[in-house]
């Protein structure tokens, strides 16, 4: 396993950047049985240091669960000293996301992060928005080859032209979905949150993947929606909110378990 400090991580949960310079996994995979047969395991877990990942300053990151800034704020150790990851983290991550716009932003962002680090997306994100109008599912729907290009030589954002027309492709069929049950998509990704989740309270308990997220990328699997694999819709329910995965002792984590937002 490739330990170097510009190893590319492939793992899209915000976790995982701690775990041998991953976004996402955990310091160990879940049991087979609830993983799923076939899914890989989690990376081993790796050790302080200050790294880049796809040319983006990262931060300082640690192997703790749990690490204290200099505002003597208690936060997820997958922070790192990063203001933008701060603000991210404090701001949005872990708060209920609705509508159907949001979450395929959501799920459009998650599968450009696939083999990058979460900081290179967060950074350009801004310009994401600006290249997909806004994530308009209907505006996306109807891109054709010739703006397939135009974003595939834009350099303000990811120009992977496989990501570009898998999101294109994705929007066409999500468009479909609602244009006559408005909120269908909406309506389909929370109906796999859990009915309980329980936050890490070690490192050994950050998962990568679970049952939920393994029936949610089933399901998007079947309309035929690409990029929404277990491991991405495992991150897209901490991002969005269907479950709480701040670490046990985060300030933020408690304020979003006592329903303050």
Request: proline share 5%; aromatic share 6%; with cysteine.
């Amino acid at each position: 396993m490739d330990r170097s400090p510009h190893a590319q991580c492939s793992e899209p949960t915000r976790w995982g950047e701690i775990t041998d310079f991953h976004r996402g996994g955990g310091a160990r995979a879940q049991s087979s049985t609830r993983a799923g047969p076939g899914l890989p395991s989690a990376p081993l877990l790796g050790w302080p240091t200050s790294i880049a990942m796809s040319g983006d300053t990262v931060g300082t990151m640690t192997r703790e669960l749990i690490t204290t800034a200099a505002d003597g704020i208690a936060r997820c150790g997958w922070v790192s000293d990063d203001p933008e990851y701060r603000r991210y983290h404090d701001g949005e991550w872990g708060v209920p996301l609705h509508g159907d716009q949001a979450l395929f932003e959501t799920i459009a962002l998650e599968g450009f992060q696939a083999g990058l680090s979460w900081i290179t997306i967060l950074r350009r994100r801004s310009a994401f928005r600006s290249a997909f109008d806004d994530f308009s599912i209907a505006r996306v729907a109807q891109y054709d080859e010739l703006k397939a290009d135009e974003l595939s030589g834009d350099p303000t954002i990811i120009r992977n032209r496989q990501k570009i027309l898998a999101t294109i492709a994705n929007a066409r069929i999500v468009d479909n979905l609602i244009s006559d049950d408005p909120g269908a998509l909406d309506s389909l990704v929370w109906g796999h949150a859990p009915a309980s989740h329980a936050r890490p309270q070690t490192i050994d308990q950050v998962l990568s993947v679970t049952d939920e997220s393994t029936a949610l990328s089933a399901s998007l699997r079947r309309l035929g929606l690409k990029f929404v694999g277990p491991t991405t819709m495992h991150a897209l329910m901490q991002a969005a909110g269907l479950i709480n995965d701040h670490a046990v002792g985060c300030a933020r984590g408690d304020e979003l378990a006592a329903g303050r937002r």
